[in-house]
């Protein structure tokens, strides 16, 4: 693999005194699909946490791009993004949502990426930009919140389950536009879900957590 964009030494999450997670190694490469399969309970969501710059270890380093995190976790938090199974989104418009993140980033044309966004994910910029949150359904809630995160071109994209409660449709759509990101932009994809048979079908490389330990890499 050429030089890893995230790579675990030695990592534990202890919470409550409880190893929930230890990890010997582990390194994600640029572009690179992993699939995390195990139990509920297994650690899968604890992982994406701190894959995603959201949680800290309690023990072992983390690094990005060569730099352990805990030097600079400012700037790597940005570069990672976590959609899971409920998303939460402003209370505000769909655009509101997908400009959020580009407005923070001081970025031009944004009306133009939003609607690139709204139809990367299958959503009508026409009918969707100015819907309120509480307009969507679950799916097109998901949409947008996918949406919201690969307008800003992620190098990481980390989902927990994110397909577990949606329509055919939406699930679909989510599989494809993620995808469509790992293809345009060579965001690693990092996919926690009980789905084996689309794991299989679309990972690099699936990891499978038992007690929060590896126990098979397929
Ligand atoms: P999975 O996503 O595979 O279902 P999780 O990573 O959510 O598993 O949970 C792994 C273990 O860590 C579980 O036993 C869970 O109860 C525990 N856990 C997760 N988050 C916390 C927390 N914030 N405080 C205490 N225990 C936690
Ligand atoms: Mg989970």
Redesign the pocket.
């Known amino acids: 693999m050429s030089s890893p964009i995230i790579k675990l030494d030695n990592v534990q999450q202890v ?2 005194n ?1 190893t ?2 230890s990890i010997e190694t582990l390194e994600l490469g640029e572009g690179e699909i992993v699939g995390l399969a ?10 994406l946490k701190l894959l995603a710059f959201i949680d800290s270890p309690t023990s072992g380093v983390i690094e990005f791009c060569g730099i352990p995190t805990s030097n600079k976790p400012g700037a790597v938090h940005r570069q990672a993004t976590l959609l899971v199974q409920e998303p939460y989104l402003l209370k505000r418009t769909v655009y509101a949502n997908i400009a959020y993140g580009l407005r923070v980033r001081k970025k031009n044309d944004i009306s133009t990426k939003v609607h690139n966004a709204l139809v990367e994910v299958g959503l009508d910029p026409n009918s969707f930009s100015q819907r309120q949150w509480f307009e969507l359904s679950g799916g097109e809630a998901q949409r947008v919140a996918l949406a919201a995160r690969l307008v800003l071109k992620p190098k990481v994209l980390l989902m ?1 389950e994110p397909t577990a409660s949606l329509d055919t449709k939406s699930a679909q759509l989510i599989r494809t536009a993620a995808l469509n990101a790992r293809d345009q932009y060579g965001t690693s994809l990092v996919i ?1 879900s009980h789905d084996l048979p689309w794991l299989g079908e679309v990972s690099d490389r699936t990891i499978h ?1 038992e007690h ?1 330990k590896i126990v098979e890499i397929t």
Do not use: E, H, I
């Open positions: 919470f409550s409880r929930v997670l195990g139990p509920n309970g297994s650690g899968k969501s604890t992982l927990d926690a957590l929060g």
